[in-house]
């Protein structure tokens, strides 16, 4: 564990920690296609606090930088509160934190400008649920999960701090799991687009503070809609970095307020002519659409 700098909320006590998960053993791209998902569950970085914000990214062991460039892809991380119930899959615990490789940050706090976090409690217990993939062929190679965890303690509350709801939209909408993913229809067409169906029907009123979204390779982007309209816009990023892959996603500042009685969902357009998919089994590899939106729910 590594003990950096707060970016917010210095006069509040806060604290911002980098906290190493692992080493997971990633099989060779010759064996399932060198993905497997890991699962662990581990004690939260903080207890009686308000996480403002996480950020995920994967490393070597000797702590370089890995990416589909060093043979290393984040496929996907799904943090979840087994204390909390999802608000749009209560059957499940509650989702805080989602991410691929695009390694987008959940900026709850907004740089600091808003009193906002996300709590847990001296009791919580975090899940994690770790998707990863080697391209190497004949060679296992170990990764590292590192999260940057920034918080506050819960007493920051009496000045104003106030909790934020996360609420998960998925293309699946089956609320089968949070980690869930969408066959692509076989023969596929070159271009495919999903939607979230059945949509959600929100229960109570309120701010959404940061929209975070996730898609796969030959993602173009996706799009949180709040009725027939869209309120949020992700598109996806190709770089150099990711070697080919998807290496980044745009997040919302705000889109604007949730009411009780609007139906939330979200659309993911995939084009595999200009970006290649994830093969498995000679197959498309089943994709993904989610956003996970932070919302300051009227009257908490």
Same mark, same amino acid.
């Given at each position: 564990?590594?003990?950096?700098q707060?970016?917010f909320f210095a006069?509040?006590?806060s604290?911002?920690?980098k906290?190493?998960?692992?080493p @997971?053993?990633v099989?060779? #791209?010759?064996?399932d #296609?060198?993905?497997k998902t @890991?699962y662990l569950q581990?004690?939260p970085?903080?207890t ?5 914000s996480?950020q995920v990214?994967?490393?070597? *062991? ?6 589909a460039?060093t043979n290393?892809f984040l496929h996907?991380?799904l943090?979840?509160n087994?204390?909390?119930? #999802? $608000?749009?899959c209560? %059957?499940? +615990? =509650? *989702?805080?934190f989602s991410?691929?490789?695009e390694?987008? /940050? ?5 740089d600091?400008?808003r009193?906002a976090?996300?709590?847990l409690s ?5 899940t @994690?649920?770790?998707k990863l993939?080697?391209t190497l062929a004949? &060679? ?8 940057d965890? /920034?918080?506050? +303690?819960?007493s920051a &509350?009496a ?6 709801? +996360? ?6 909408g %089956?609320?089968r799991r949070?980690e ?10 070159e271009?495919v ?5 059945p949509?959600w029907?929100?229960?109570f009123?309120? =701010?959404v503070?940061w929209?975070l979204?996730?898609l796969?390779?030959?993602?173009? /982007?996706l799009?949180v809609?709040r009725?027939g309209g869209t309120?949020?816009?992700? $598109?996806?990023?190709y770089?150099?970095e990711?070697?080919g892959?998807l290496a980044?996603?745009g997040s919302c500042?705000?889109a604007?307020?949730v =009411?009780?009685?609007e139906?939330?969902? $979200?659309?993911a357009d995939?084009?595999f002519?200009?970006? &290649? +998919?994830m093969?498995k089994?000679?197959?498309v590899a089943?994709?993904?659409?989610v #956003? ?7 009257g908490?």
């Open positions: 564990m590594d003990v950096l707060p970016r006069d509040f006590q604290q911002r920690l906290i190493k998960y692992g @997971f053993n099989p060779p #791209s010759a064996d #296609s060198g993905m @890991f581990n004690d970085p903080c009686d606090c308000l996480i403002t996480i990214g994967l490393e070597h *062991p000797d702590g370089k930088q890995a990416n460039t290393l996907h991380a943090i979840t087994l204390e909390r119930d #999802s $608000v749009t209560p %059957m499940l +615990p =509650e *989702p805080i991410s691929g490789n390694r987008t /940050e959940a900026n709850i706090c907004l600091g400008t009193k976090g996300y709590p001296d009791t919580a217990q975090l @994690f649920a770790v993939m080697n004949s &060679a296992a190679q170990d990764a590292v999960l590192a999260i965890w /920034e918080f506050v +303690p819960s &509350a000045a104003g701090f106030r909790h934020v709801t +996360p609420v998960w939209l998925d293309i699946d %089956m609320c949070h869930s993913e969408t066959p692509v229809p076989e023969p596929h067409a271009r687009g999903f939607a979230m169906d949509a029907t929100a229960e009123g309120g =701010e503070l929209v979204s996730h796969r390779d030959g993602g173009e /982007e799009r809609m009725g309120v949020c816009r992700s $598109v996806a990023g770089g150099e990711g070697g892959h980044g996603m500042k705000g604007g307020r =009411e009780a009685g139906r939330w969902g $979200v659309q995939y084009d002519r200009k970006h &290649a +998919p093969m089994g000679g197959k089943p994709v993904m659409g #956003s996970l939106m932070y919302v300051l729910r009227d908490q």
